[in-house]
Structures are given as C-alpha cells and as structure tokens.
C-alpha cells in the first residue's frame, strides 16, 4: 500500500517562510507526478501546485505563484513545498498527492500552516 | 480556468436512502473524479475517469456524465458514507475542485 507522510507546518509569522515534505514510502515515486492541494479552515479543497516526475514541470495556483516553490528529490522519494511571503490567508492544511492522469491518489494525512502573528 | 459548480451544497438523507449529487462544469471537461473526505481526514478517491470506481470502493457508488453534466450517485446509502463529496478536473495542467456537497445524516 502506498503511504505518503507529511512533515513541516507549524505557526509562522506573516512575511515568514516554511518548508513541507512529503515522502513516498513506494518504489514508484519517480514514475509518477504530484501534487499540493490545501484546505483552509471549514473550506474546501485548493490545488495549489504541480510537478512532473522528472521535477522539469511545475504549474501553480495563481493564489501562490511566485511565492510558493515545488520540488522533488527522487532519489529520496521526496516532495517539497517552499512556502514565502506567507499571508493569513495560507493558513490551511496541506495534503500532498500523487497524481495519477488527471486525479489525486493516493494523499498524504495533511499537515496544517498557521499565519499568525 | 474551468469552474466546478456542485449541487445541492447539503443534502439531508437517512441510511440506506440514495444520495444524488451533481457536478457541473463551466466548459466541457475529458475527465473528471470525485472524492469523499470525512472531518478530521485527508480526501480519498472514490470515482475516476468520470464512471470508474477506484479501488475498494464498494459497488453502491456510481459515476456517471460527461462534457459539462456529472452525477454521483450513491444507493442505499451506508453510516460510514456520510461525509463531503468533492468533485474535480485538470485541463491544460490546472486542476480544480467544486466546492463539495455534504451528505448528512437526517
């Protein structure tokens, strides 16, 4: 069964930064591209960000372009979100995915970014 | 962007009653999924390619639409199918999710 576990979050100040990681517990990570999808508090669900296999494509949310950072590092099974310039407005629960065509599974437990000052 | 509209927003049901829930899109979509998310719970896949049930997901959910209309429908409805259904779709690289209908107990 494929597991994804989340790392990272926590409380950050606005203007701050964090980092969060997702790591595959499969062999198949490279093979596949994934995603970040948050969730603010009550809310539904956001796509955020995307990155191919190969980690040479990434789109991203107009909410967070140019403030927010995929990566991947496969030889690690490893996903990465670099998360600056943070507003009160990123508080949210961050689920990372793979992504299977066009859909999200499976999804890492989330992990939650408080902005707060 | 192609919006996801998703009706009713609640809908009050009783075990073993069948849920319908609708997903419209803004303009026609290839494929489409939808998911079910319980409070406290990361979402889990429960439909893709618009009809195609993933994996361990019992019989009574059903998917079915295409172009711009989608229906999810789940019969005779069970206690651990109570939770909020989100539909969604990428096209040219971008994903997006409706706003979720939530299926509740009456």
């Known amino acids: 069964e494929v597991q994804l576990v989340q790392s990272g979050g926590g409380l950050v100040q606005p203007g701050g930064s964090l980092r969060l990681s997702c790591v595959d517990s499969?062999?198949?990570?490279?093979?596949?591209?994934m995603s970040w999808v948050r969730q603010a508090p009550g809310k539904g669900l956001e796509w955020i960000a995307y990155?191919?296999?190969?980690?040479?494509?990434?789109y991203y949310a107009d909410s967070v372009k140019g403030r927010f950072s995929i990566s991947r590092d496969n030889a690690k099974n490893s996903l990465y979100l670099e998360l600056n310039s943070l507003r009160a407005e990123d508080t949210a629960v961050y689920f990372c995915?793979?992504?299977?065509?066009?859909?999200?599974?499976?999804w890492g437990q989330g992990t939650l970014v408080t902005v707060s000052s | 962007e192609i919006v996801l509209t998703q009706s009713p927003a609640t809908l009050s049901l009783s075990p073993g009653e069948t849920a319908t829930l609708s997903c419209r899109a803004s303009?026609?979509?290839?494929?489409l999924a939808w998911y079910q998310q319980k409070p406290g719970q990361a979402p889990r896949l429960v439909i893709d390619?618009?009809?195609k049930r993933a994996t361990g997901i019992p019989a009574r959910f059903r998917g079915s639409g295409s172009g711009t209309d989608f229906t999810l429908t789940i019969t005779s409805l069970e206690p651990e199918d109570f939770a909020v259904y989100y539909c969604?779709?990428?096209?040219?690289?971008?994903?997006?999710f409706g706003p979720g209908t939530s299926v509740d107990i009456k």
């Open positions: 995915a793979r992504v299977v065509v066009r859909w999200f599974d499976p």
């Open positions: 499969s062999i198949a990570f490279s093979s596949y591209a």
């Open positions: 990155i191919n296999s190969g980690g040479t494509t990434e």
């Open positions: 303009q026609s979509v290839t494929y």
């Open positions: 390619g618009a009809s």
């Open positions: 969604q779709q990428r096209t040219n690289g971008l994903f997006t």
